[in-house]
């Protein structure tokens, strides 16, 4: 998704939930500072990674039941704690999107063993991001969800889950696969507000259907 796309929702998004533009900004120029005398996975790079077909993982409780029942097509894609299950079927994720709020350390082990991990970077998590950011020793990319900063780049995207389904359709993806995605009863992270889950799981289902482009298609069970 491009900025002239992606920068009126982006505004939308921070005046719902009350965030901060600065913070955002912030947050995006220390994940460009920790990912010096890293290996970056530039544009070309995920490119090459990302095939015309790819599996989108979400977190809802139904993923292992939907990778039963329906299996894996293409680039392998795990939005933050869906790299746990898939991991612990023996599958190796293409590429982990995540915020660094799941279970960074098995993230941390998949990027060793070659997923490419893509940090995304906003105003509540610049702890976690100078927690752990120095432990990834694979192949690393950043996100952000305002301008460019560095190599820290926007392909468009709120939560971790749309945000993949953004990188794979700006990449070329044209077939996607999407197992593990509930916009109607998120699993809740301890501590969350089920409430505001519900509004980003709005904003969620509105980025992966209501903006995807003509020539993709959405497989959904």
């Known amino acids: 998704m491009r900025w002239e796309e992606w920068g009126p929702l982006y505004r ?6 009350n965030y901060s533009r600065e913070k955002d900004a912030k947050a995006a120029e220390i994940l460009n500072a920790l990912l010096v005398n890293k290996r970056i996975c530039n544009d070309d790079c995920l490119r090459n990674h990302i095939g015309k077909e790819a599996t989108v993982c979400g977190g809802a409780s139904n993923l292992q039941e939907q990778l039963d029942e329906f299996g894996v097509n293409g680039t392998l894609i795990a939005a933050d704690n869906a790299a746990s299950v898939l991991l612990a079927n023996s599958s190796l ?3 982990i999107v995540t915020d660094l709020d799941g279970n960074v350390r098995e993230q941390i082990m998949a990027n060793a063993e070659g997923a490419v991990v893509i940090v995304h970077a906003h105003g509540d998590n610049i702890p976690a991001l100078k927690e752990y950011v120095p432990h990834f020793n ?8 305002g301008r460019d900063v560095g190599v820290v780049r926007n392909y468009g995207g709120f939560t971790d889950g749309d945000r993949a389904v953004s990188i794979a359709r700006h990449f070329g993806a044209v077939r996607i696969r999407l197992l593990g995605f509930d916009f109607e009863d998120p699993a809740l992270k301890f501590g969350r507000d089920i409430e ?5 799981l709005f904003w969620a289902r509105r980025l992966i259907f ?3 482009p003509e020539n993709v298609v959405l497989w959904t069970p």
């Not at 939308?12 to 939930?17: C, G, Q, S």
């Open 196 to 200: 505001v889950k519900r509004r980003k």
């Open 93 to 95: 994720p293409d590429l």
């Open 138 to 145: 694979g192949i690393i990319s950043g996100t952000t969800q």
């Open 210 to 212: 209501d903006h995807n």
């Open 12 to 17: 939308a998004i921070i005046e719902d939930f």
